[in-house]
């Protein structure tokens, strides 16, 4: 079972000091008189760009933090911007709709088998487990550690490591899968969501593996960082590398490409099904001790990055307006 957790604020200042070695330093323009300071903000996914000269220009207007949201355009169907501190929505666009998870789905999977198996417990890959979508080049009575298994079904959104956990929670809590699952949506009071399995997957073209609304994955992403702080921390990665009890190395990469360009981010995991679209839940710290969570539902598959992209610069704007009425 789980250890006592942390709050939210000590464990951003636990990651923050495992990010300051991948975040690049922001340069300072200094003369002998101050003319002024821009800061340039890249795009958070999509290709780099050439970086040009550096010229000194009056500072932006900043934009009021009531305005910051104002007419954002989002090819999702539903999304959230959450302040996971105060509990405060900063923008919403149907954000109680209940609407396919795909895999996000695998967020309330793993928030249910750590609250139910210890992170050193072991976890069998078994034939039924690699029926599952996808092949990650796992073998069957292969076993893993609960905890480094975790980190790599949700970095690498592997289904195969997902349902493997899913059935070794369950025998755990002496349960079904799905009533694992129901139990957890119940204790942590997600109203919109409900799954029929542990990936996410869809179960036909009509029905999907698991439901919810931007609202309730918000809340879930939340707590699982609290709860999960190791395995959830991992999502942050590029790349995952994990190696069985039986010595076999496993590296995948992650599923958000663009994750290395999300300053100060603390979670990220993606969906996709035919039936979903583009789904994209991450968390990530606007200020000391501030952690926002911010879910797209129902976008395409390139457009979920765009959508939280956009989100994103407009939460920063936001605060940055609150920052400069103080």
Not at 157 to 167: F, K, L, V, Y
Not at 286 to 299: F, K, N
Request: no cysteine.
């Amino acid at each position: 079972m789980t250890t006592p957790t942390p709050d939210l604020k000590t464990l951003i200042r636990r990651l923050e000091k495992r990010q300051q070695k991948k975040q690049a330093t922001t340069a300072l323009i200094a003369g002998t008189a101050v003319l002024g300071l821009t800061v340039l903000v890249a795009p958070l996914f999509g290709q780099e760009e050439e970086v040009a000269p550096i010229a000194i220009e009056p500072a932006p207007v900043v934009m009021p933090a009531s305005d910051a949201f104002d007419e954002v355009r989002l090819e999702g169907k539903a999304a959230i911007v959450y302040d996971l501190v105060t509990g405060e929505t900063l923008y919403e666009k149907n954000s109680r709709s209940q609407l396919p998870l795909a895999s996000l789905t695998k967020l309330l999977t793993i928030y249910a088998a750590a609250e139910s198996i210890d992170t050193n417990a072991t976890v069998t890959m078994s034939d039924t487990a690699l029926l599952s979508e996808g092949d990650n080049g796992f073998s069957a009575g292969e076993s893993f550690a609960f905890g480094d298994l975790a980190r790599l079904a949700l970095v690498s959104s592997s289904n195969d490591a997902t349902a493997a956990i899913a059935e070794s929670a369950a025998i755990a809590r002496a349960t079904t899968g799905k009533n694992m699952l129901a139990s957890a949506v119940s204790a942590l009071g997600l109203s919109q969501t409900y799954a029929l399995n542990g990936t996410g997957l869809d179960e036909s073209t009509s029905v999907s593996g698991g439901y919810g609304s931007a609202k309730d994955i918000a809340t879930l992403s939340g707590k699982l960082l609290q709860i999960a702080p190791e395995i959830a921390s991992a999502t942050i990665n590029t790349s995952i590398s994990i190696r069985s009890r039986e010595g076999v190395l496993h590296t995948l990469p992650n599923t958000n490409p663009g994750i290395a360009r999300i300053p100060n981010a603390l979670l990220s995991k993606t969906g996709f099904t035919d039936l979903a679209g583009g789904n994209l839940a991450v968390v990530y710290d606007a200020g000391i001790g501030r952690p926002i969570a911010i879910v797209v539902l129902g976008s395409s598959r390139d457009g979920r990055f765009t959508d939280v992209n956009v989100l994103m610069n407009r939460t920063n704007e936001y605060f940055a307006g609150i920052n400069k009425q103080r």
